[in-house]
Nanobody
Framework: QVQLVESGGGLVQAGGSLRLSCAAS????????MGWFRQRPGKGREFVAA????????YDLDSVKGRFTISRVNAKNTVYLQMNSLKPEDTAVYYC????????????????WGQGTQVTVSS
């Protein structure tokens, strides 16, 4: 089992940047595919980005390509989401998640979840 704790959310103006962090504890972090998801007001949970166990491959939602970057440092048991050029439509609760199966863009495939961190982008 793994426990996940997100941090780094907040209020930012459109065009600004934030970096989200997700610290993991418990079972070996490097044994998990890691993902970031978000839930915008009144919407379902949406895939944002995922990264393989080694960090060698990443996958992104089309609407965040070129703006968001997922990365991980296995030695620090941490996965990051660097978010640049933020837009008001990026406003959401952002969750990190761990998957002990294969890489997936589907939230129900992920086994462990953090509590979420609020990101609010003002126009």
């Amino acid at each position: 089992q793994v426990q996940l704790v997100e941090s780094g959310g907040g209020l930012v103006q459109a065009g600004g940047s934030l970096r989200l962090s997700c610290a993991a504890s418990g079972r070996t972090f490097s044994s998990y595919v890691m993902g970031w998801f978000r839930q915008r007001p009144g919407k379902g949970r949406e895939f944002v980005a995922a990264i393989t166990r080694s960090g060698g491959h990443t996958y992104d939602l089309d609407s965040v390509k070129g703006r968001f970057t997922i990365s991980r440092v296995n030695a620090k048991n941490t996965v990051y989401l660097q978010m640049n050029s933020l837009k008001p439509e990026d406003t959401a609760v952002y969750y990190c998640a761990a998957d002990d199966g294969g890489i997936s863009l589907i939230w129900t495939d992920y086994d462990y979840w953090g509590q979420g961190t609020q990101v609010t982008v003002s126009s």
